[in-house]
């Protein structure tokens, strides 16, 4: 996403805040007589919630597809699936996938609109709009603002979007964690890559806590969850010599006592729940965007 277009959703997010999601619910038929469908082929709590809170509170007609009971398990393909629901006259299709590239994919089997809501290890654009739309509200800008992102980099839609985004907005960014999680061929003169978390901190305004992935354990060398946490989890005691005014984010899920402390979590200097909300403002931001009523967001 070009800057212009980064700057214009989250604009769009900080009006409907502005209004109130109270006030949106009752009032904004933005979107009345068009249909979102929500195609999640991945678990997802915040994200799919948050597209179909977006979309009724915009006046849209929203479906969940499930993928069990579908005919996908009698063999029909994703291009097949989607197919059909453009022919079932929906409006725009919101797909997660656990595999990098099926949304765009899928984007060239129909001609209706498709968000990305995450796909493998790719981008989770949403995502990345709301941590951006976060940082903003709490600090008043982003430009020359530093974002220390920990964990297992590798394997993160969230760093990806997270870290093209605030690149884009003219952030500085830290990539930390161990040294077998972090990409060797990254570059921009505002990247770091680090596998030391007390350095990168010294810096940060704000840290983007990621969740480890458990079923990467197996991977050949990495640390045990003490030894983890021992390293590169944000711990009771790393929060507190950070103080408050270092901003505390995760994407979700959390797994408590191994990334981040349920203490942490608490803190003032959290940030966690309102990422959790502005995903509701972004995504009606999106979906006004890809559905053409830019001028209702
Ligand atoms: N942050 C995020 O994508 O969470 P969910 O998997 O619950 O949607």
């Not at 904004?28 to 068009?34: D, N, T």
């Not at 498709?114 to 940082?135: C, K, M, R």
């Not at 711990?235 to 797994?255: C, F, K, S, W, Y």
Request: charged letters at 25%; hydrophobic letters at 40%; aromatic letters at 6%.
């Amino acid at each position: 996403m070009p800057r212009a277009l980064i700057e214009d959703l989250v604009d769009g997010a900080l009006r409907v805040k502005a209004e109130g999601l109270g006030a949106v619910r009752s009032r904004r038929q933005a979107l009345a007589g068009r249909s979102v469908v929500n195609c999640f082929f991945e678990p997802s709590t915040r994200t799919k919630t948050s597209f179909e809170l977006a979309g009724k509170y915009l006046g849209a007609d929203v479906v969940n597809f499930q993928t069990r009971g579908s005919s996908l398990e009698k063999g029909e393909t994703l291009e097949d699936t989607v197919r059909t629901l453009e022919a079932l006259a929906l409006d725009v299709l919101v797909i997660r996938h656990a595999v990098s590239g099926v949304p765009e994919r899928l984007a060239q089997a129909v001609t209706i609109p498709v968000i990305n809501a995450g796909d493998g290890f790719h981008e989770h654009p949403t995502q990345g709009l709301l941590d951006v739309l976060t940082v903003y509200e709490a600090r008043g800008r982003i430009d020359g603002l530093h974002l220390v992102i920990v964990g297992d980099i590798l394997h993160s839609r969230v760093a990806r979007s997270d870290l093209w985004g605030f690149l884009t907005l003219g952030a500085y960014v830290t990539l930390v964690g161990p040294p077998q999680l972090l990409p060797s061929a990254w570059h921009h003169e505002r990247l770091r890559v680090t596998p030391y978390l007390a350095d990168a901190l010294k810096e940060a305004d704000a840290v983007q806590v990621l969740r480890i992935q458990k079923e990467r354990q197996s991977l050949a060398g990495l640390p045990s969850w003490e030894e983890y946490r021992a390293q590169w989890g944000i711990t009771r005691e790393r929060a507190e010599q950070l103080g408050d005014h270092v901003l505390i984010m995760h994407p979700g899920p959390q797994n408590r006592g191994v990334e981040i402390d349920s203490e942490v979590m608490m803190r003032t200097a959290s940030q966690i729940s309102r990422q959790v909300t502005n995903g509701v403002a972004v995504r009606m931001a999106a979906l006004s965007w890809v559905l053409g009523g830019a001028d209702e967001h």
